[in-house]
């Protein structure tokens, strides 16, 4: 049995530069995210379920626990005093460590501290997302927002968190995709899914088809595309949609499968965020083998122009991502 420090001491040679920052900015999101284990798992016994009554930056309902993880992360995150700053979904500007430890961190954090919290109240899967930059601020000053703004090309760690009938922590810092179940007897995330890699070609497809009418042509011809029976593909693929993007991204990229969040005439930017969902999930699925678009271009390549910029999304297998980019590219809708 081999566990989460373990394992990034063992592999800090990957990471030389970081004179073993990166092991302890991990420790404090494992701390934060065995805490929230911890409330997510007794959700329905206490006063953690339901609305905060407040709404986020981009007008979403808070849930309690959206306010309860954003809390946890953000203070085991100041805690340590490798991190200089972090942005939050929850948070409507970035948030400096104004201390003189933190100032010295050479690192900014950006998360979605409790993806999917909607579902919380019906006992379904959720998660957290985690992306990690170095500084471009001289050290010693307060972060800036040019420290955020970076494309997500730039990551020098991502993973996330999903809290699911196990609990699991996956991470990469740019050689490769390593993941860590949750042991509750001991307290410890042990090594359960080493060098994870994505199937090039999958058989899932996840998006809210109760949208159809609403996506680009390309779009609805690939949904067509998946249901439409072929032997020598093993189509019709099957369709999974969680709702949860933690989930959703986990269960394909262990099985294979795409994941998409098209735009609409309603979101013609999408809806997903670039940097707390889109990039470190870019970054993971990459790393494991597969791809991540918004359909025209590579996620990672966005230059950020604002803190809560949104994107369409299309994550997963290779050879599915290419064929939606293809077929968005044969059928363009009419200007």
Known sequence: MKTLGEFVVEKQRDFPHAKGELSALLSAIRLAAKICNREINKAGLGDIVGDAGETNVQGEAQKKLDVYA??????????????????????????????????????VVLMDPLDGSSNIDVNVSVGTIFSI?????????????EDFLQ??????AAGYVVYGSSTMLVYTTG??????????????????????????????????????????????QYIKYCQEPDEATKRPYSARYIGSLVSDFHRNLIKGGIYLY???????????????ECNPLAFMVEQAGGKASDGTQRILDIKPT????RTPFVVGSTNMVEKVEQL????????
């Not at 953000?74 to 933190?102: M, P, Q, T, W, Y």
């Not at 930059?133 to 927002?145: D, E, I, L, N």
């Not at 098209?262 to 707390?276: D, E, I, Q, S, V």
């Open 175 to 220: 050689n490769g995709v390593h993941g860590f179940t949750y042991d509750p007897s001991i307290g410890v995330f042990c090594l359960s899914h080493e060098n994870m890699r994505t199937p090039k070609d999958g058989y899932i497809y996840s998006i809210n088809e109760g949208n159809y009418h609403k996506f680009p042509q390309g779009v609805k």
């Open 328 to 335: 968005l590219r044969d059928f363009p809708d009419a200007k």
């Open 133 to 145: 930059y170095r500084r471009v601020s001289p050290v010693g000053t307060p972060a800036t927002m």
């Open 306 to 309: 604002s803190l809560h910029q």
């Open 262 to 276: 098209p735009p609409t005439a309603k979101t013609p930017n999408g809806k997903l965020r670039l940097l707390y």
């Open 151 to 156: 494309p997500g090309c730039n990551q020098v």
């Open 70 to 107: 954003n809390e946890r992360f953000k203070a085991a995150l100041e805690a340590r005093g490798e991190v200089c700053g972090i942005a939050s979904e929850e948070e409507d500007h970035f948030v400096i460590f104004d201390n003189e430890l933190s100032r010295d961190g050479s690192y």
